[in-house]
């Protein structure tokens, strides 16, 4: 028996992580019979129905999109914990809404391929993993089939679209993505995974590298819309 005091200490600590309740989007710890805190109330953020219905994707290379949120706390902070702090449960919130809308918005779309937006590999290394690839896998669930994360892929280093302007992320993008040659995809339908749409520059950009590939149709899922420049 191991009667190490620091041990012991270290074990408690790792029992109150993995036991304690959290609040799924902000980590607020929780009574163990809730799921979302008092402050995290999603229901003023959604987008509704209609205005999803009336955006035009003619000039976007994408031929419809659906998405749960507006890109606004406490979705913002959601996304945030499951990006860069790792929190699974964020994760699962945020891919169930997706799934929903999808069930909503999607009813007649039969994608052959699910996949999402990627990462060069050394950032891959550098972060661990594609975020994104952990959403595609309960997203594919719920259409019976298996992600295909390694679709696309990133043949080149971009600046961070943050500080960009909208003409200059769509310069930034052009030519860094490519099809897995592993795949064939003429005349497929493939549904395209991020996690926030901010101008429609990256899916776009996929898109267009699947549409060039042969693909017959390409239909967008992001968790959040920041909607101010979309
Ligand atoms: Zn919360």
């Known amino acids: 028996m191991i009667k190490n005091k620091k041990y012991k200490k270290h074990l408690h600590l790792v029992r109150r992580m993995i036991f304690t309740n959290r609040c799924k989007l902000c980590a607020k710890v929780l009574p163990l ?3 979302v805190c008092e402050s995290c109330s999603v229901e003023k953020i ?34 945030h914990n499951f990006k ?10 945020l891919a169930d809404e997706i799934i929903n809308v999808i069930q909503r918005d999607f009813s007649d779309e039969e994608p052959d391929y699910i996949t999402c937006v990627p990462m060069t590999k050394s950032r891959r290394l550098k972060r661990g993993y594609n975020q994104c690839e952990i959403l ?11 992600s295909t994360p390694d679709l696309l892929k990133k043949i080149r280093n971009t600046r961070p679209q943050v500080s960009l302007n909208r003409k200059e992320r769509a310069e930034n993008l052009k030519g860094a993505f490519s099809v897995n040659r592993k795949y064939d ?46």
């Open 84 to 93: 860069y702090n790792s929190f699974k449960r964020a994760g699962e919130f």
């Open 185 to 230: 995809i003429k005349g497929k339908t493939v549904l395209i995974c991020d996690d926030v749409l901010t101008t429609g520059s990256t899916l776009g950009e996929c898109a267009k590298t699947l549409k060039k590939a042969g693909a017959k149709r390409v239909i967008c899922v992001t968790g959040a819309l920041n909607s101010k420049n979309f």
């Open 33 to 35: 019979n809730e799921d």
């Open 136 to 146: 595609i896998k309960h997203i594919a669930k719920a259409f019976n089939r298996k």
């Open 46 to 79: 959604r987008v509704p129905q209609q205005v999803l219905q009336s955006f035009s994707f003619s000039n976007r290379y994408f031929d419809n999109l659906t998405v749960p949120f507006y890109y606004d706390d406490p979705v913002r902070k959601c996304i």
